[in-house]
């Protein structure tokens, strides 16, 4: 069974950091996957953050978070991460990972549709 499951969120200050994680699992192979990293505050659409692609070479950001966000993946844990940074009480939000089957972050990759599969969530509250 196909399972996309995110941790690593919670309560930060303003100003700080804190990584996300997404652990990928019944996929046939780990490289075959792109990943993806959404988030959704109350009220407001799904907005896609950032994209990544086996092996890696391929990482678009959402012009609202490049320079502070981080997108990785680390294939030997079937994991991909989000390192953010300098967090503004805008960037409070419901994180979402989703995959991509066809292996590649495409032009459309900021489209919630282009996904086959989503993690359930981890909820980020940034206090100023």
């Known amino acids: 069974q196909v399972q996309l499951v995110e941790s690593g969120g919670g309560l930060v200050q303003a100003g700080g950091s804190l990584r996300l994680s997404c652990l990928a699992s019944g996929f046939s192979s780990f490289e075959n996957i792109a990943l993806s990293w959404f988030r959704q505050a109350p009220g407001k659409e799904r907005e896609a953050i950032s994209c990544?692609?086996?092996?890696?070479?391929?990482?678009p950001y959402t012009n609202s978070v490049k320079g502070r966000f981080t997108i990785s993946r680390d294939s030997a844990k079937n994991t991909t991460f989000l390192q953010r940074n300098s967090l503004k009480p805008e960037d409070t939000a419901m994180y979402y990972c989703?995959?991509?089957?066809?292996?590649?972050?495409?032009?459309?990759?900021?489209?919630?549709?282009?996904?086959?599969?989503w993690g359930q969530g981890t909820q980020v509250t940034v206090a100023s």
């Open positions: 990544i692609e086996a092996p890696g070479l391929n990482t």
């Open positions: 989703a995959a991509d089957v066809r292996g590649y972050c495409s032009v459309r990759w900021q489209n919630a549709n282009e996904y086959n599969y």
